[in-house]
């Protein structure tokens, strides 16, 4: 009998929607392929709460999208309509991500949480999103397609070198003035648009734009839109689909992904930078990073943290990237603190940072910035100890090659 609830689904991307013997909807879910997510609700052992839910169910109806990023849009925009009770626990929805464009003149893309809205300076506000990694995940992919910026309003035309981001076609140049602002506005209200679930809108306007220019014989910027079009029409999402595993209903705490940083040098020399993952309290080894640093030839911690700060988060933004992290650990005190939360804001990110100061005889573990509940301190240094280790040992690493290497000429 049950199998009847979803044997004739199809294996699209969608949005199912779980409802009771009264029509009430229970739960509002996304799908690569509907059949197969819904399917593994009924085939799989699940906890207490989805287990409860399956015997609730008595319907399901679904609403098919292009791709999965579209679902992950329509998902948002139905559990704020209709507040499913299986997928708000709370009667808050704080611990949610949204989309915030800011009302600047140059208006940025941020990621908040529902615990920050009344601090946002927004002009739109999208969300909630369930999934913190999804939502991420799927603005790596708009920002190819629809490029913003992410430098505040008093940076903007102020730099003489255009941002890493403009480089690989992130960032329409507003650190440099090199976009025109109508332009750019009416990039951000495409953008919009595609977050109200209106593609098909933003094809046809992009459309008539692109004959528009190819009768005025401005052929490179009908390329342009061409290319866009292109984008919007096959959207690659294949990170978003991930049918294997039945979603939780929320993010909990302790599956957290924490990324713990450390920088090792003597007098600047040899200066190394360590990334350290951890999932709760669990390593990922296959996750860890070394980099070398480039660009500070001399003792300055906090300079050689700004670099590798961005040049990790600069590995998010490419096709393939590495998935972003949900707290940032810093070893290091109120200036370290502050110069990871510069990157941050450079990048439009607000995720969490806390650092750990070791004080003079390093004996001591003062904790800056609010832990977020759920974890423990015991947790952040064991993190804060493994980054250290970590940096350390590739730090003897490239030492003792460089003393082999002397003494062999």
């Known amino acids: 009998m049950t199998k009847d609830l979803y044997k004739k689904l199809p294996e699209t991307p969608g949005v199912y929607l779980m409802k009771n013997a009264q029509g009430e909807i229970l739960y509002i879910g996304k799908a690569g392929n509907l059949k197969r997510r819904v399917s593994s609700y009924f085939e799989r052992a699940h906890d207490l709460r989805i287990e409860k839910l ?5 319907k ?11 679902a992950l849009i329509l998902e948002s925009e139905l559990i704020k309509k209709y507040q499913p009770p299986y997928n708000i626990k ?15 003149e140059f208006p940025r893309v941020l990621l908040v949480r529902g615990k920050e809205l009344a601090s946002a300076k927004s002009s739109k506000i999208y969300g909630p999103f369930v999934s913190a990694v999804n939502l991420k995940e799927a603005l790596r992919i708009l920002r190819r397609i629809f490029p913003w910026n992410t430098h505040p309003e008093k940076s903007v035309n102020k730099s003489k070198r255009p941002c890493f981001d403009y480089e690989i076609g992130l960032c329409p140049g507003a650190c440099i003035g090199a976009v025109d602002k109508n332009a750019y506005l009416g990039n951000i209200r495409r953008f919009k648009l595609f977050l ?10 992009l459309e ?8 005025n014989l401005k052929f490179e910027k009908a390329e342009k839109i061409k290319r866009q079009i292109f984008a919007l029409k096959h959207i690659q999402d294949i990170a978003l689909i991930n049918d294997n595993d039945v979603e939780n209903l929320r993010i909990k705490n302790q599956e957290l992904r924490i990324e713990g940083y450390d920088i090792s040098n003597i007098s600047g020399v040899f200066a190394v930078g360590s990334m350290v993952v951890f999932i709760g309290d669990k390593p990922v080894k296959s996750e860890y990073r070394h980099f070398k640093i480039r660009t500070i030839k001399k003792a300055n911690d906090i300079g050689m943290l700004k670099e590798i700060l961005r040049r990790r988060l600069n590995r ?33 990110l607000k995720t969490p940072i806390i650092g750990i100061a070791k004080g003079k005889k390093r004996k001591n573990n003062k904790f800056i910035g609010k832990i977020p509940d759920g974890i423990e301190e015991k947790t952040l240094i064991k993190i804060r100890d493994e980054a250290h280790r970590f940096a350390i040992a590739y730090h003897r690493n490239l030492r003792n090659l460089n003393i082999r290497s002397y003494i062999g000429k």
């Not at 008539?208 to 009768?215: A, F, V, Y």
């Open 54 to 58: 399956v015997q609730e169910i008595q």
């Open 316 to 348: 998010f933004l490419p096709v393939g990237g590495w998935q972003l992290p949900d707290l940032i650990l810093i070893d290091g005190g109120k200036g370290q603190v502050n110069a990871a939360e510069t990157v941050l804001q450079e990048s439009g």
């Open 208 to 215: 008539d734009e692109m004959k528009k220019q190819s009768k």
């Open 60 to 70: 399901i109806d679904y609403k098919k999208t292009d791709s999965a990023l579209e």
């Open 90 to 104: 709370e009667k808050d929805d704080k611990s949610f991500l949204y989309v915030e464009i800011t009302s600047e």
């Open 196 to 205: 109200e679930g209106k593609k098909k809108k933003i094809i046809k306007s």
